[in-house]
């Protein structure tokens, strides 16, 4: 009688010993294959959580930058283009330029398309007294911000000034009672008050806005300002008024450039914290996500090693006991010439064939399980993308290796027995 007949005969004989160590094995392989399985979905997962969230916090940041943006644009302008001659303690001390450039100065600048500028402006500005109330103000002439060729256009900081029409500084309208709408006069001239300005404690609580052009009229400046108010570029370098000064140097060489620094120093943090939040907010949902699969990695190893353990002990246990119920039978194969080879064959063909079917089942229901419940928390990816044959052919090999190993000690120990005593001691 063949081994390969020896084997079928000794399934057929001890069904249930061969199907609990078929069930080990399976168990085992399917627990290795099904937490195998999860944990890729887990990681598919995470890469779907990660990119959406990506998306929206770039969204949020993006909303996020705006909001600061706005509020940094609350804080006005921070640079002011002057005449190259102008005295800066002059200016300082009036609170205007007293030197005059062409009007057309902006034009070029918008022209040229200069990248480390934004929002134009061009002002007319003088103290002058106003006759009709006996008061001295500021006067401000503006047409508007230019606009920058090939540069998306922005929400001007300051709205052009209708002809005709004022803006009124808080402590004119409120000390001298003006209304939104009334008609004042100023310097011989009538306007309607379109705009009151809130308090803001600064010089602008005492300035009334005009269009430029009737400014230039009033003030027998024709065509010319004293001013270009501008915003700087969110640049990251630590020379970026220098930058500035450059670039509007090269356009405009009969100018200087001074900033207003706190503000553009809030402005650029603004913008600074706006981004970082953007970021932290990425890298901490990237360090949970790697932390919670780390986790989760660890318990699948610590379970995954003790049911294997388990399992080979089981096994162990089986065919131990499968050897000592078959000593009678081994005696008497030995007695009629089968070798110790043969024997020991015998036992390891019986769990070389329960490593092989417990690895079908155990991978088979293992993937099946973990699919199926990685499908359902999956949002991009189907069950295909779980499928991992490495994985299923290294189980398989090891399902198979196992229960080698753990039938050998059994197997050897049957084939090191001694006909004779064995025959003598059932006699």
């Known amino acids: 009688m063949s081994i390969l007949q020896l084997i079928k005969r000794e399934v057929a004989y001890r069904k249930l010993a061969f199907v609990l160590a078929v069930l ?5 392989v399917g627990v290795l294959v099904a937490e195998s399985t999860l944990l890729d979905a887990s990681s598919l997962r995470t890469e779907e959580i990660i990119a959406a969230k990506i998306a929206e916090t770039e969204e949020q940041g993006r909303i996020l930058k705006d909001d600061y943006r706005k509020i940094a644009k609350k804080l006005g302008f921070n640079l002011l ?6 005295n800066l303690s002059d200016l300082y001390l009036n609170d205007y330029a007293s030197k005059y450039m062409p009007e057309d100065y902006v034009d070029t600048l918008a022209q040229a398309g200069i990248l480390t500028v934004n929002h134009l402006l061009p002002t007319l500005q003088q103290r002058v007294k106003w006759p009709e109330q006996n008061r001295t103000i500021l006067l401000m002439g503006t047409r508007g911000e230019v606009p920058i060729v090939d540069r998306d256009q922005k929400e001007p900081m300051l709205n052009a000034v209708d002809p005709q029409t004022a803006i009124i500084g808080y402590e004119l309208h409120k000390s001298l009672g003006i209304s939104k709408g009334d008609k004042i006069k100023l310097l011989g001239r009538e306007f309607t008050a379109a705009k009151l300005y809130s308090e803001r404690g600064t010089k602008d609580d005492i300035t009334i806005w005009l269009n430029l052009g009737e400014a230039q009229d009033m003030l027998e400046k024709k065509g010319l300002i004293n001013g270009i108010l501008a915003l700087s570029c969110h640049c990251h370098s630590s020379s970026r008024i220098g930058l500035i000064r450059d670039d509007v140097s090269k356009l405009l060489p009969n100018t200087q450039v001074i900033e207003f620094e706190s503000k553009a120093i ?3 943090e603004a913008r600074d914290r706006a981004a970082k939040a953007a970021k932290d907010a990425i890298a901490s949902e990237k360090a949970n996500r790697a932390k919670l699969q780390k986790d989760r990695e660890g318990f699948a190893a610590i379970l995954v090693s003790v049911i294997m353990v388990g399992c080979v002990v089981w096994i162990a246990f089986l065919s131990y006991g499968n050897v000592r119920d078959r000593r009678t039978e081994v005696g008497i194969l030995r007695a009629v010439g089968m070798s110790s080879g043969q024997i020991m064959w015998v036992f390891l063909g019986k769990a070389l ?16 399980v973990g699919a199926l419940r990685g499908v359902a928390v999956l949002q991009a990816h189907t069950a295909g993308d779980l499928i991992d044959p490495t994985l299923l052919i290294v189980s398989g090999a090891a399902a198979v290796v196992l229960a080698l190993l753990a039938s050998w000690i059994p197997a050897a120990l049957a084939a090191r027995e001694d006909p004779a005593v064995v025959l003598r001691e059932e006699a």
Request: proline residues 3%; hydrophobic residues 55%; positive net charge.
């Open 353 to 368: 064939l329960v490593g092989i079917v417990g690895a079908i089942l155990g991978c088979a229901g293992g993937l099946l």
């Open 266 to 268: 809030t402005r650029a």
């Open 24 to 28: 080990s094995v399976a168990f085992a």
């Open 81 to 86: 283009i002057l005449p190259k001659d102008q």
